[in-house]
């Protein structure tokens, strides 16, 4: 990011959107040039209020539908002097002249009005599918204010005891905890064959099996086919439809929740002649400005390069949202403030799981055709003799040759924001894994460890990078020919008791230097622990008593995670460990 020189001359700035970037553009303009005219266009009737908040005014966690507005356009003409239009949506855009057409939706009159500089924070709309009985009511997508008050009107008039959630993204899953929470019984609903399309599927698993824990029925490998119209020879009707999705009967549902992803708000970008891309988003130069001169793009609807693969992608999110704001407006006061893309950081609460992302995932990884690394780790989140302790389930991925951090997922009930946002940073700055080993970070027993997790990643990455391990993932197991390979677990017989990786044989550490007869030397040794850590001491042990070994990743609790992670084939499984159902 670099700036420089500056301008505070009146320049007339309209902004079409007025929430996250529109909003920060406004108010950062505002505080560059107090002799600027600053007009906000707003197709709904609210402005500056916290979308991302609203699942959980459904839920009732957030109890009253004001805190989610931040400010009206009165407040922010006494504030800012902004002149805010809500009802007010743009109809057209001629570049050549600098004028755009506006109907107020209220009169349904049209107006023009032009500018010197015109910012697009138009948003994205969400995807509804084109499948018979979309119209149906009782069908709802979630992305305002307005959207609530007419899921809050239906759930109020119907009282609906079931839920179909359709989509297994963020916000499909906010809504299933929230829904949950105010006492729906819920299914969710994905084409895929897991929720969460960032996360890897090992890390996945552990979401499916918190879903499940707390009630949550889902439904994978099934895309909808139709919303059927309750029959009147129903014996029991559902108040909103049938929901049909892959090969399986009919599902019961009062009311459905639409999470199937957002596709960005193109119709005004096109009419004006602006580039767009591959992705399906407005491009933008790395000031932010479109193909046209003097109009820029924030938000939802452009898109972004990804600062690790260097491609351009659609990353969806408030933060990111909000700065590119900020920077337009640095831009239009000729501050030549770059944007230096969006990684992609994210987080989730799923009932009592903390979910985040960073970076790349391994498909994207593979696609992008960079020779990776991966580490699964799972520490405790704070030191583990201090009350409390509570399992981080880690996966970081680095280049093969330097070590430099591609991606990184975090799950666990504690702790999870704090190193997910470590990574995220360390990432921005273009960290290797090995970096992370040497971290000063804060400990004291009820935060930390005096070796934090971090550390404990940095160290495991140096090992590798280092060649005192070589590693074996989960997912490659299937593949290891028995008569090459020799499975070892070193756990305790407690462990070994309570579950193994089939066809093992067990020889627990510490009797591992007495019996290295039982260990056949004509076979690659892949040991295996809990979590990787007394298994590396046995490779270390091992390698150097000429045995081929390697380390299995994250051990097994990786392993199990997809292990447990059970599809039924013949509709919602009633199985204590997974209520997962995939379709034909």
């Avoid at 906010?174 to 006492?183: F, I, N």
């Avoid at 190193?419 to 400990?443: G, Q």
Wanted: hydrophobic share 40%; proline share 5%; with cysteine.
């Amino acid at each position: 990011m670099k700036i420089t020189g500056s301008s505070t001359a009146a320049r007339k700035i309209v902004i079409v959107g007025g929430v996250a970037g529109g909003m920060s553009a406004a108010a950062r303009a505002r505080r560059l040039s107090e002799d600027s005219e600053i007009i906000v266009l707003e197709r709904s009737g609210y402005v500056s209020y916290a979308n991302c908040g609203l699942p959980y005014y459904l839920g009732r966690e957030i109890d009253s539908e004001d805190t989610l507005i931040l400010q009206t356009p009165e407040a922010l003409k006494e504030r800012f002097n902004l002149d805010v239009r809500i009802h007010s949506e743009v109809v057209d855009i001629d570049p050549e002249s600098k004028a755009i057409t506006i109907k107020n939706q209220t009169t349904s009159q049209t107006y023009r009005e032009t500018y010197d500089d015109l910012i697009l924070a138009v948003g994205a709309a969400p995807v509804r599918p084109s499948v018979p009985g979309i119209d149906l009511p009782g069908l709802f997508t979630l992305r305002g204010i307005e959207d609530v008050q007419a899921i809050e009107s239906w759930i109020e008039q119907k009282q609906p005891k079931s839920v179909v959630v359709a989509g297994g993204g963020f916000i499909g899953l906010e809504m299933a905890e929230q829904l949950t929470r105010r006492g729906l019984d819920v299914t969710v609903i994905d084409a895929s064959d897991q929720v969460l399309a960032p996360l890897d599927p090992e890390m996945a698993a552990l979401v499916h099996r918190e879903l499940i824990k707390h009630g949550v029925k889902v439904v994978l490998s099934s895309s909808i086919k139709e919303f059927r119209s309750p029959s009147n020879q129903d014996e029991i009707a559902p108040k909103s439809s049938w929901v049909i999705a892959g090969g399986h009967a009919p599902i019961f549902a009062d009311l459905v929740i639409i999470g199937l992803g957002i596709r960005p708000e193109l119709t005004l970008a096109k009419k004006a002649g602006l580039t767009v891309g591959d992705r399906g988003g407005i491009r933008v130069s790395e000031f932010l400005l479109t193909s046209a001169a003097n109009i820029w793009a924030v938000g939802d609807a452009i898109e972004v390069l990804h600062p690790v693969n260097k491609q351009f992608t659609r990353i969806a999110l408030g933060g990111p949202a909000n700065r590119q704001g900020r920077i337009v407006a640095d831009n239009i006061f000729g501050r030549k403030e770059t944007y230096d893309g969006t990684l992609g950081t994210a987080i989730l609460r799923a009932f009592d799981l903390t979910v985040a992302m960073t970076g790349l995932n391994e498909s994207q990884v593979v696609l992008a055709g960079i020779p990776f690394e991966a580490i699964h780790l799972h520490p405790s989140q704070h030191a583990g003799y201090f009350p409390g302790a509570e399992r981080l389930d880690i996966k970081v991925l680095f280049r093969k040759e330097t070590g430099e951090l591609l991606g990184a997922q975090v799950i666990g009930k504690d702790g999870v924001d704090k190193r997910i946002d470590i990574l995220a940073t360390a990432l921005k700055a273009h960290m290797t894994v090995s970096d992370l080993a040497d971290l000063e970070l804060a400990y004291a027993p009820p935060f930390g460890s005096a070796k934090d997790p971090i550390n404990l990643l940095g160290m495991a990455g140096r090992n590798v990078l280092d060649g005192l391990v070589d590693q074996v993932q989960s997912d490659e197991l299937p593949l290891l020919n028995t008569e090459e390979f020799c499975l070892l677990d070193v756990r305790s017989r407690t462990e070994r008791e309570l579950g193994f990786i089939p066809g093992s044989i067990h020889i627990p550490l510490p009797e591992l230097r007495k019996s290295l007869e039982k260990i056949p030397r004509d076979k690659t040794v892949v040991a295996y622990c809990q979590s990787g850590q007394r298994s590396y001491y046995a490779c270390r042990f091992l390698s150097q008593n000429s045995f081929v070994v390697k380390n299995l990743s994250g051990g097994y609790l990786t392993w199990k995670s997809t292990a447990d992670d059970v599809k039924a084939v013949d509709g919602i499984s009633t199985a204590p460990l997974a209520v997962l159902a995939k379709g034909s």
